[in-house]
C-alpha cells in the first residue's frame, strides 16, 4: 500500500522512507516473541502483524491486516 486518502481528505502516502504516516506497531506477544532470544539483528525483526497509520492533520488512526487495502479499524480523536 502505497496511497490512502483519509476521511478528513488529506492525502497519506508512505512512499517516502522514513515517514511519520506509518507506526511500527506490535502487540506485546509479538514484541516477546521477537525478543525470545539471545541477541537480536535488526534485519531479524519481522515486519508487525498490523500495519498502522496515522494522519498527520486530523490523527485518526488506520488500521490495516497484512497486505490488506481496507482498514480493519479507523479510531479518531473524541473532540
Known amino acids: 500500500m ?10 497519506l502516502n508512505n512512499q517516502e ?3 511519520n504516516i506509518q507506526l511500527r506497531v506490535y502487540t506485546d506477544k ?3 516473541e521477537i525478543c ?9 525483526i519481522p515486519e508487525p502483524k ?7 492533520i486530523c490523527k485518526r488512526i488506520y488500521v490495516y491486516e497484512s497486505d490488506s ?3 480493519i479499524m479507523v479510531y479518531r ?3
Do not use: R, T
Open 2 to 11: 502505497a496511497k490512502v486518502v483519509c476521511s478528513c481528505g488529506a492525502e
Open 17 to 19: 522512507a522514513p515517514n
Open 30 to 32: 509479538e514484541w516477546d
Open 36 to 44: 525470545d532470544c539471545e541477541s537480536i539483528q535488526p534485519w531479524m
Open 50 to 56: 498490523y500495519d498502522v497509520w496515522k494522519c498527520p
Open 69 to 71: 487495502f481496507s482498514p
Open 77 to 79: 480523536l473524541e473532540q
